[in-house]
Structure formats: C-alpha cells, structure tokens
C-alpha cells in the first residue's frame, strides 16, 4: 500500500486563524481524501480532492472553511480557515491503492488543537 | 438512524476468546465493506475487507457480512492483549464498490484482558 506523509503532525493554533496540512504520497493516486476525527468520535469524510479539478465537499462542509489543493498525482493540501475550538481534531489525508489495491490507507495524521 | 452503527463498548474478553464485534448499516444499496483498527494515538489500518455474503477469513480473522439482515461482523480468533484497540466499520455506498468515499461508525473499543 502507499506510503503517505504528512505536516505537522500537531500544532496549536489561535483562534481566527489558518493552518494548511500538507500530505504527500509516495505513489500517484487519482484520488486523495480528507478526513476528520474529532474527540472521542469516528472518521468524517471531508472531501474528495481530484488531480486536476475543485475538491468535491461532503454535507456540512464548504470550501471556504477546507480549501484543498491538489496540484499533482502525490501531493495535495487542506487548509482549515479562520479557526474556532470546535476545529480542534485529527485530520488524516488518505488515499485508494497506490500499489494497485484497493484499499483506503492513511496518513499519521495532524492533531490540531486552537485556543 | 445513523449510517453505520457499531456498540461503542467497551468490549472486554478474556486473552486466548473470540472476540466477535458487530456493525449494522442503513444503505441497502452498500457494495463493499471494511474493519479497520486504531490504536490510541495511532491512525486507522486495515484489518480487512468484504464485498460478498458469507464468511472470509485472514489468519485469526474472520469477516462475515450478511447483506439481507445489513450485518457485518468480525471476530478474533485466540485473541491476544496486543488486539485491544478501537475497531472501526466502514461501508462504500458508491456504486461500484471500492474503498473511496467511506463512511465509518463510531468504533468498538476491545479490550483483551491477559
């Protein structure tokens, strides 16, 4: 399965602020995901983010607050803007196959915690 | 009704049992299904994965999905302390099946008691 890296792997940030997360795969994959794991909860899917098009957004999350980059086939970005302690979560980027399977493998993740 | 829907648990069994968890969901039309485990800390990896009715088995796990009754389940055969973690069901309700776009219960957190 894909190796995948991602940064930073925690950060604590203020209120009102951004952070983007950065997650690199060590194969090209078509598509990459965005999830979020937030206290003491299960994975939420956050969106979808296609090589080459806009980002496709889960219920209840809009590309103003996750922007999501994905300028090529290993690499792709979530930004998560303008802060509340409510963002305070995991996000994991994740990805299908990389090796031909198909299997949904993820990154350590990035604890975020905003004050 | 929520999605997938797993007993949050905790789940206690005693080393060298059968650890059976158990995950219902919603969407008749789901194709293929996933148990993942985390560790504390630690991000999701995948124990397995089923598509078809019946029974599929991977060393000292089985998977067993009943698509009728929207029942999957997974259990741990001679369960060993290094096991206990949360156990995470996923379902793919897309058609075609695959591993994108999954939707995951809450987790079941075992415990296996040495």
């Known amino acids: 399965s894909a190796v995948i890296s991602q940064k930073p792997s925690r950060d604590i940030c203020q209120r009102g602020t951004s952070l983007t997360i950065q997650c690199q795969v060590d194969?090209?994959?078509?598509?990459m995901f965005w999830y979020r794991q937030q206290p003491g909860q299960s994975l939420t899917l956050i969106a979808t983010a296609n090589q080459g098009s806009e980002a496709t957004y889960e219920s209840g999350f809009v590309i103003d607050k996750f922007p999501i980059s994905r300028p090529n086939l290993t690499f792709s970005t979530l930004t998560v803007s303008n802060m509340s302690p409510e963002d305070s979560s995991i996000y994991l980027c994740?990805?299908?196959?990389?090796?031909?399977?198909?299997?949904?493998?993820f990154g350590a993740g990035s604890r975020l915690t905003v004050l | 009704q929520k999605e997938v829907e797993q007993n949050s648990g905790p789940l206690s069994v005693p080393e060298g049992a059968i650890a059976s968890l158990n995950c219902t969901y919603s969407d008749r039309g789901s194709q293929s299904f996933f148990w993942y485990r985390q560790y504390s800390g630690k991000s999701p990896e995948l124990i397995m994965f089923?598509?078809?009715?019946g029974d599929k088995e991977d060393g000292r796990f089985t998977a067993q999905l009943n698509k009728a009754s929207q029942y999957v389940s997974l259990l741990i055969r001679d369960s060993q302390p290094s096991d206990s973690a949360t156990y995470l069901c996923?379902?793919?309700?897309?058609?075609?099946?695959?591993?994108?776009?999954?939707?995951f219960g809450k987790g079941t957190h075992l415990i296996i008691q040495p």
């Open positions: 994740s990805v299908v196959g990389g090796s031909g399977a198909n299997v949904l493998t």
């Open positions: 089923i598509y078809s009715n």
């Open positions: 996923a379902v793919n309700k897309r058609s075609g099946g695959g591993a994108d776009g999954l939707t």
């Open positions: 194969s090209q994959v078509t598509m």
